[in-house]
């Protein structure tokens, strides 16, 4: 009971620290500028940090490290997927899109299309890409608190999802982007700390010896030197290796197109901060990256029998809380409830971080596009716009709580990479064809993010992940048809050719001057703080 108590006060207080930090932020917010993009006063290292810590979800930290304890080298393959994307996010994204948008991804492409129904399609897309990535977040709180609380009941969980739900909805309510960029990099260092100890820990274990380590793994897994070469997961037919091809292609692309990232670029001042941003966003996750290889492998290496077992059982999600506990002396040592304690603790930061960037991002979206530029013509007050982002963060934490609670069975890592799927199928094919296609236009954007939207929401919902299988949302009924678990080797393509499809079939003449005022602007900066509005 006394390793019990010292874990939940651990726990809260790091719960704690983030709503501090909140009411602060909430102090220093003035306007719209300030509640959208954090007053566009953070540096290009503050906001590498932010980024990182909305990139290093629980997906990254709980999933990844999950997947490899599970797979092995298979389990890895996701941790390359998303550092890899980050190049395509440098490349294609970031400085053009902080130099020719505003506060929302339908800014850039408003610019020189019709402003209602491009809004309204990205406003779409931004929401359920946004509650796909929720719900990856929510499990993994509920696996938690559940291992934290040494109870494995239902209810708890429940509880728990609904409890995350009520504190993401405040911090967007209160803190809005400045609350949030700062909980984001309070919890990058935490995650970083954290997880650098752990790994440490695991190699005094084996002596700093990774071939010790890796044959450990492998002989106690059962599965020998399988385990440590590809094929364990995605080699086992056709079927799985086209999978991974998918999945390999949703993550690369996906980035590139999350709402939630994109929106991260409006926060600095210049271009060069954006690049910077970036810059350092992905020397802090590739690091983060090298340690999962390490926390995943040393969890098949060091927890056995009845912990094994809860791993598996929770798809992965806890095989690095669990090792926390290991290294640290075990379960009923203190040395082992400290660490446990303190690495939930900052998986839980990481998850209100998240959720409140998702949340934001999605919120945001539905009061400037949908609200303020489709039902009100741009006629809104800032502070009615405001108090709609507000109303709106809470019905999506409703409906994100609703769909967490029957997913609790998948792997968190899986399901961000059905949110990439999406992202990189409806919303990068119209974020690339607007900043490159001079012909572009409003029926290629509106035709490219609902066809790639329908695409692989369509697909993921015929597919094995809803139905058909034993770790499907729905038990007990079969209506799968497609075979694939990730749908981004059809959608994506889709999105693009749909994009294609509506411009060279429309009669709407192409906006020249204003694909050459876009390219400009996205090219130099100049103009950036205008009012995106036509």
Do not use: C
């Amino acid at each position: 009971m006394d390793h019990q108590l010292l874990t939940t006060l651990l726990f809260l207080s790091v719960v704690a620290v983030t709503l501090g930090i909140t009411i602060w932020a909430s102090r220093q917010t003035s306007g719209a500028a300030d509640f959208y993009a954090g007053g566009r006063g953070f540096s290009g290292i503050q906001n590498g940090f932010a980024i990182g810590g909305d990139y290093m979800s629980a997906a990254s930290f709980l999933g990844i490290s999950g997947a490899i304890a599970l797979s092995g080298y298979d389990g890895f393959l996701y941790s390359i997927g998303f550092l890899v994307a980050w190049l395509v996010a440098l490349l294609l994204v970031a400085e053009m899109l902080r130099n020719s948008g505003r506060y929302t991804m339908a800014d850039q492409l408003a610019y020189r299309m019709k402003q209602r129904p491009v809004r309204m399609a990205a406003a779409t897309s931004t929401v359920v890409v946004s509650i796909f990535y929720l719900l990856a977040q929510m499990v993994g709180a509920g696996a938690l608190v559940a291992l934290l609380l040494g109870a494995d009941s239902q209810a708890l969980k429940n509880l728990t999802i609904i409890g995350v739900g009520a504190l993401m909805i405040f911090y967007v309510t209160i803190g809005g982007m400045k609350g949030t960029t700062w909980v984001q990099i309070v919890k990058a260092v935490l995650l970083m700390v954290g997880s650098a100890l752990i790994v440490v820990l695991v190699l005094a274990h084996f002596h700093f010896n990774l071939s010790e380590l890796l044959g450990t793994a492998a002989s106690n897994t059962g599965k020998g030197q399988a385990f440590l070469e590809p094929g364990l997961k995605y080699g086992v037919s056709t079927t799985s290796k086209i999978d991974f091809l998918s999945l390999g292609l949703a993550l690369v692309l996906g980035t590139a197109g999350l709402p939630h990232i994109l929106i991260r670029f409006y926060t600095v001042p210049t271009a060069r901060d954006a690049r910077k941003s970036v810059l350092w966003a992905i020397g802090l996750i590739g690091v983060f990256y090298l340690f999962t290889l390490v926390l995943g492998f040393g969890a098949a290496a060091m927890l056995k029998g009845d912990k094994a077992a809860d791993v598996a059982a929770s798809g992965g999600n806890l095989a690095s809380p669990l090792l926390a506990e290991e290294v640290g002396g075990g379960a009923g040592s203190t040395g082992g409830a400290i660490l446990l304690a303190f690495i939930a603790a900052v998986a839980f930061a990481t998850i209100l971080a998240v959720v409140a960037g998702l949340t934001l991002t999605s919120s945001t979206s539905v009061a400037h596009d949908i609200y303020n530029s489709v039902v009100k013509r741009g006629e809104a007050s800032e502070k009615d716009e405001i108090k709609v982002t507000r109303i709106a963060a809470a019905a999506i934490g409703v409906i994100a709580i609703a769909l967490a609670i029957p997913a609790q069975k998948l792997n968190i890592a899986f399901l961000v990479a059905l949110a990439f799927a999406v992202a990189a199928s409806a919303n990068l094919p119209a974020i690339v064809y607007n900043m490159f296609w001079r012909r572009f236009n409003t029926r290629g954007a509106t035709w490219g993010i609902y066809g790639g939207l329908l695409a692989s929401v369509g697909l993921v919902f015929f597919s094995p992940v809803v139905s058909g299988s034993e770790t499907a949302l729905v038990t007990g009924a079969d209506w799968s048809w497609f075979p694939l678990s990730n749908p981004g080797i059809i959608s994506i393509p889709l999105g693009f050719f749909f994009g294609w499809l509506g411009t060279v079939t429309s009669r709407e003449p192409a906006a020249e001057d204003r694909f050459t005022e876009l390219e400009v602007r996205a090219l130099t900066g100049a103009g950036a703080e205008q009012a995106v509005q036509h």
